[in-house]
Antibody, heavy 125, light 108 residues
Framework: QLQLQESGPGLVKPSETLSLTCTVSGGSISSSTTYYWGWLRQPPGKGLEWIGSIYYSGITYYNPSLKSRLTISVDTSKNLFSLKMSSVTAADTAVYYC????????????????WGQGTLVTVSS | EIVMTQSPATLSVSPGEGATVSCRASQSVSSNLAWYQQKPGQAPRLLIYGASTRATGIPARFSGSGSGTEFTLTISSLQSEDFAVYYCQQYNDWPPYTFGQGTKLDIK
C-alpha cells in the first residue's frame, strides 16, 4: 500500500525558506510513468490550495500565484520529492500535504490520491 | 483561473437521511471534477473523479453527477463516519487546479 510522509521544520521565520520532504513507501516514484507527485496546503480552518507537481523525470508544474518562490525537486534514488518555498510570510502558515497525482489524457496530472498525513508549518519570528 | 463555488457551506443532516452537496464552476470543466472527503485532523481522501466515478474502496452510497458547470455529490443514508467536510476540485483548466471552499456536513 502506497504511503507518503511529509517531514521538515514546523517553524520557519519570516523571509526565510520553507523546506519539506515527502518520502514515498510501498511503491517507487520512478517505476510508474502514470503518476506525478504533488504538494498542496491548507491554512488553519481554511480550504485547499495546490502548490505544484513533479514527474519522476523532473518535469514540474507550479501554481502561478506561488511560482516565483517555489522549487520542487525529486530524488528517485531516495524515493522522495521535496518542496522549497522562499521568502515566506505569515500567510504561508498552513498544513502542507504531499500526494500522488493521477494522470489523464496525454499523461497530464489531474487529481490527488492518496495524500500524506500532512505537516503543520508555522511562519513566525 | 476557474473559481469553484460550493453550496451550502454547512449542511445539517440526521443519520440515515440523504445529503446533497453542490459545486459550481465559473466556466465549463467538462467532466473533469473530483470530490474529496476530509475528516478533522486527517488528510483529504479521494471519493469521486471524472464527476461520477467512485474511487477504489468508496461505498456505493456516494455518487457524483453533473458536467459543464454544475455538479452534485449525493450521499444516501448517511452513516456516522460520513460527517466531514467535502471539497470539489476541477482539473480541466490548469494551472492552477482549484478547489471549492468546502461544505461541512454535520449531525442534526
Amino acid at each position: 500500500q502506497l504511503q507518503l510522509q511529509e517531514s521538515g521544520p514546523g517553524l520557519v521565520k519570516p523571509s526565510e525558506t520553507l523546506s519539506l520532504t515527502c518520502t514515498v513507501s510501498g511503491g517507487s516514484i520512478s517505476s510508474s510513468t502514470t503518476y506525478y507527485w504533488g504538494w498542496l496546503r491548507q491554512p488553519p480552518g481554511k480550504g485547499l490550495e495546490w502548490i505544484g507537481s513533479i514527474y519522476y523525470s523532473g518535469i514540474t508544474y507550479y501554481n502561478p500565484s506561488l511560482k516565483s518562490r517555489l522549487t520542487i525537486s525529486v530524488d528517485t534514488s531516495k524515493n522522495l520529492f521535496s518542496l522549497k518555498m522562499s521568502s515566506v510570510t505569515a500567510a504561508d502558515t498552513a498544513v502542507y500535504y504531499c500526494a500522488r497525482v493521477l494522470t489523464g489524457s496525454w499523461n497530464y496530472p489531474i487529481f490527488f490520491d492518496p495524500w500524506g498525513q500532512g505537516t503543520l508549518v508555522t511562519v513566525s519570528s | 483561473e476557474i473559481v469553484m463555488t460550493q453550496s451550502p457551506a454547512t449542511l445539517s443532516v440526521s443519520p440515515g437521511e440523504g445529503a446533497t452537496v453542490s459545486c459550481r464552476a465559473s466556466q465549463s470543466v467538462s467532466s473533469n471534477l473530483a470530490w474529496y472527503q476530509q475528516k478533522p485532523g486527517q488528510a483529504p481522501r479521494l471519493l469521486i473523479y471524472g464527476a461520477s466515478t467512485r474511487a477504489t474502496g468508496i461505498p456505493a452510497r456516494f455518487s457524483g453527477s453533473g458536467s459543464g458547470t454544475e455538479f452534485t455529490l449525493t450521499i444516501s443514508s448517511l452513516q456516522s463516519e460520513d460527517f466531514a467536510v467535502y471539497y470539489c476540485q476541477q482539473y480541466n483548466d490548469w494551472p492552477p487546479y482549484t478547489f471549492g471552499q468546502g461544505t461541512k456536513l454535520d449531525i442534526k
